[in-house]
């Protein structure tokens, strides 16, 4: 993710919520896990590689969530309708395109 978006960690913080950004930034989209989907949405941070996630996990589970069961649902509907119409869910057809 920092090679992709060019950010640099921040370490003269504790925040949680900076501490959590760092992990992300060493993160690939195969990576995310159910909390990191539903934080990034909830941050409006990595959208596209929250999105992409978070509908392969719904593929599997419609009810993903991590505060509420279906928050990944939810949080997609505050998304332009366009943005996620685009998207393809990871997968491992598609991994090369992700990673």
Not at 9 to 22: E, K
Not at 53 to 73: N, Q, R, T, V
């Amino acid at each position: 993710m920092k090679d992709l978006y060019g950010y640099q960690h921040d370490m003269s913080t504790s925040d949680n919520l900076v501490l959590w950004f760092n992990q992300m930034l060493e993160k690939r989209v195969s990576d995310f896990t159910i909390p990191d989907v539903c934080r990034s949405l909830r941050q409006n941070i990595f959208i596209e590689q929250a999105v992409q996630a978070g509908i392969a996990y719904m593929m599997s589970d419609p009810f993903a969530g991590e505060l509420w069961k279906g928050e990944i649902a939810d949080k997609f509907i505050n998304l332009p309708y366009m943005f996620i119409i685009k998207m393809e869910p990871y997968t491992a057809v598609n991994a090369e395109y992700y990673l």
